[in-house]
């Protein structure tokens, strides 16, 4: 070993060939992509609602641009996201037959990415009375059960919903499927706002999945929790979609008849948990996303007393990716936890430990440890690659992990690898960062929780000395 004076290596002792380093941790908030709370029906910097309201079935249709830095916007008692979720009913993107707005969905799309976000979607087929007029004239019959209640919802097991449905959805998917801002696409197949299936038989229910499962085969898809495209969907081990849960939070004691303590009724103890079940789900999120939409509004809970905390704990136990609580502001006696709770959403990746040695030379590998801690939920499910940057005197190159960063669960990934240092290295000092970067462009896309970060996400970690 050489010896060099007021350098790095003065730390060591002259037998030492290894260094460990141990990033300190950072509880802040990281703007990472694929995970956290989304806005609704509108983006980043836009106002979210005062007064606890929503609207199911207006998405927006037109665009305020914005060419500044994402970073630089704030919502208002709400938390900065890099996800928004926006849906439209069927009527509204396909006005007449096979004229689809496409000025509408490229317009959300470029307003996502203006914005520091990708977008979550749904076409929903219908919320009350509002099928597509032209459906009608070309022969749509309505739901038997509807019409003797003055309703007008379709029969969806009509050879002609599946014909027409079908041929928006394929047309969708051969627009949008891998586009790099969709983050996800909705299985809403039937029923009001495409969430509980309608009046499918089986047999239809199948057909109609099938259709979004050929159509998104790149696209990440979520099923409706509580469906028979739900537990269909998980059946299928080449494609199984993710799921979403629509009221989510559901604590309410008030109901209908006699209830006795008012022990009524609600999603948190009557739905999710059976039907997680029941569709076969529970362990569908280490493969593919899960997202919690509130039941109502946080400050409709908050309103009613509802015990905040209980309702993140019990949300956690679904290890969620995506929170959408419909752009409704945060009650400011809840945002500490509510700050937690996005902060638990997904992945959120804690480099613990790396040990390298001291030295090495150009081409002879030489041995890394790495310990990562996900102090998230869920994993990451986006093919991203860990790799390492050595950088000499303004030359840089960059060896990608053979880790598959997708298998790190919550808590603890430890591995080992061998790797070399390339050429064009001279002898002297070389910096080493590490980062979880894009295969393709091999800049970093995902940030660790650690306080040593640079500007172009690389994080700084250590020197080594060429020899």
Known sequence: MSIRKNCWRDRFGPDETIQRVRPKETRAYIANPHRGTTTFQRFNGDP?????????????????????????LANARYPHTTLAYCRWIWADIEPRKGQIRWDVLDGALAAARSRGQTLQ???????????????????????PKETARNQTHPDHNDARYLEHWGDIIRQLGARYDGHPDLESFDIAYGGPCGECGGNCTPETTRKLVDVYLAAFRKTVLLSMLGT???????????????????CF????????????????????????????ACNGVGEAWRRAPVTLETCWTVPWWHERHWD????????????????????????????????????????????????LPLEARVGQPFEVRVLVDNVGVA?????????????????????????????????????????????????????????????VTRRPVVRFAVEATAPDGWHPLANLEVI
């Open 249 to 276: 939070g559901d604590l309410r004691t008030e109901g209908k008849g006699v209830v006795p303590d008012g022990l009524c009724w609600n999603h948190t103890f009557d739905a999710y948990p059976m039907e997680v």
């Open 121 to 143: 979607m749904r076409l929903q087929p219908f919320i009350g009375n509002d099928m597509p007029a032209w459906y009608w004239a070309l022969g749509g019959t309505p739901d």
């Open 308 to 355: 905040i905390d209980f309702i993140l704990e019990q949300g956690l136990k679904y290890h969620p990716t995506v929170f959408m609580p419909k752009s409704s502001f945060f009650p400011d006696e809840w945002r500490d936890k509510l700050d937690v709770f996005d902060r638990r959403l997904g992945y959120r990746f804690v480099l613990r430990q790396m040990t």
């Open 379 to 439: 994993p990451i499910y986006r093919p991203y690659r860990f790799a390492y940057r050595f950088t000499q005197n303004g030359f840089d190159r960059v060896v990608e992990s053979a880790q598959d960063i997708r298998t790190w669960m919550p808590d603890l990934t430890w591995f080992s690898e061998s790797i070399a240092l390339p050429s064009g290295f001279r002898p002297g000092d070389v910096d080493v960062s590490v980062g979880l970067v894009d295969p």
């Open 228 to 246: 028979d495209g739900c537990a269909y969907g998980a059946t299928r081990a080449d494609s199984a979609p993710g799921w979403r849960a629509d």
């Open 48 to 72: 979210v609602t005062p007064d606890g309201t929503w609207d199911d079935r207006k998405g927006p249709f037109t665009f305020q641009p914005f060419g500044g830095d994402p970073a630089t």
